[in-house]
């Protein structure tokens, strides 16, 4: 079972960044692939961003691609989501995830941080 923390939401004005982290209970050298979602009230919760362990481009959500940067330090176990030029439409509780293997899916979810971006 593995366990993550989020930290780093808040409110933040039109133009702003913001930086997310997520901790993760096991070592991150382990999981295929950690990513970040979001759901915004009433939405759906949609994929932003994600990162393997094993190589390769870290993959993004079309509506954050150029101001959103996922990134991972696997000495801390940690992985960050680093936003700029945040727009109101990126309000939403912002939630870090595990995909444990390549065969499977995201299935262990942090308790989310709320991100709130005042135009």
């Known amino acids: 079972q593995v366990q993550l923390v989020e930290s780093g939401g808040g409110l933040v004005q039109a133009g702003g960044s913001l930086r997310l982290s997520c901790a993760a209970s096991?070592?991150?050298?382990?999981?295929?692939?950690m990513g970040w979602f979001r759901q915004a009230p009433g939405k759906e919760r949609d994929f932003v961003a994600g990162?393997?362990?094993?190589?390769?481009?870290?993959l993004y959500a079309d509506s954050v691609k150029g101001r959103f940067t996922i990134s991972r330090d696997n000495a801390k176990n940690t992985v960050y989501l680093q936003m700029n030029s945040l727009k109101p439409e990126d309000t939403a509780v912002y939630y870090c995830?595990?995909?444990?293997?390549?065969?499977?899916?995201?299935?262990?979810w942090g308790q989310g941080t709320q991100v709130t971006v005042s135009s």
């Open positions: 995830a595990v995909r444990p293997t390549v065969f499977g899916s995201y299935s262990y």
């Open positions: 990162i393997s362990w094993t190589g390769g481009s870290p």
């Open positions: 096991e070592r991150t050298s382990s999981i295929y692939q």
